[in-house]
C-alpha cells in the first residue's frame, strides 16, 4: 500500500470499473475495515474534488459519530431503498450495494449515471477515516497516482 507523498493519504490500489458495472474492493481495503461483514455496504457522494464515492457499512457507521445518519435516513439503515438508488441528507447523496466475500460491489446504471462514472474509469481507493474509506474518481490524489514511481494494484 503506498503512501504517494510524505505524510499523505495511503492508497490501497486502483479499482476499474468493468462492463458489468462490478468493480473489485482492494484486498487491503477489505481487511482493514471488515467491509464484507455486513454483505452490503453503505455509499456516499465523495467531494466535489475526488469524485467517486466513500465506502462503509452498517456496523462501522452505526458505531460512529456519523450515526445519526443511519438513526435519520431509516430507509437507508433497513435497506428499504432499491439496489442503488440514492438518497439525499445534508447534501450528500447515500445508497447501498450488496458486496460479495471477495469485495466485489455491482453497481447499477443508475448509480453510475448519480456518481458520473462511466465503464473502465479507474477509481483510487484511499484511505479516509476508521469509519470509511474513499474511491476516488479524479483530482489533485489521483493526479500523483500517474506520476508515482513505485508499483501501485490494479483490481
Same mark, same amino acid.
Request: with cysteine; charged share 20%; net charge neutral.
Given at each position: 500500500?503506498?503512501? /504517494? ?8 490500489? @486502483?479499482?476499474?470499473? !468493468?462492463? $458489468?458495472?462490478?468493480?473489485? +474492493? ?39 459519530? /456519523? ?8 430507509? @437507508?439503515?433497513?435497506? !428499504?431503498? $432499491?439496489?442503488?438508488?440514492? +438518497? ?32 473502465g474509469d479507474r477509481l483510487m481507493c484511499i484511505r ?28
Open positions: 500500500m503506498p503512501q /504517494l507523498n510524505k505524510g499523505g493519504k495511503y492508497v490501497f490500489g @486502483l479499482s476499474e470499473i !468493468k462492463n $458489468d458495472y462490478t468493480i473489485q +474492493i482492494p484486498e487491503q481495503a477489505i481487511i482493514e475495515y471488515n467491509i464484507v461483514m455486513d454483505k452490503k455496504i453503505i455509499v456516499f457522494t465523495g467531494t466535489e474534488i475526488t469524485g467517486g464515492f466513500c465506502a462503509t457499512n452498517n456496523t462501522l457507521l452505526s458505531h460512529s459519530k /456519523l450515526k445519526h445518519i443511519l438513526d435519520d435516513c431509516s430507509a @437507508l439503515a433497513s435497506y !428499504k431503498l $432499491d439496489t442503488g438508488e440514492f +438518497i439525499r441528507y445534508k447534501g450528500r447523496g447515500y445508497s447501498w450495494f450488496p458486496i460479495s466475500p471477495l469485495g466485489i460491489v455491482h453497481l447499477t446504471e443508475n448509480a453510475m449515471n448519480y456518481l458520473d462514472l462511466t465503464i479516509s477515516s476508521d469509519i470509511a474509506f474513499t474511491m476516488g474518481a479524479r483530482g489533485p490524489l489521483m493526479d500523483k497516482v500517474y506520476k508515482y514511481k513505485g508499483e501501485i494494484d490494479l483490481y
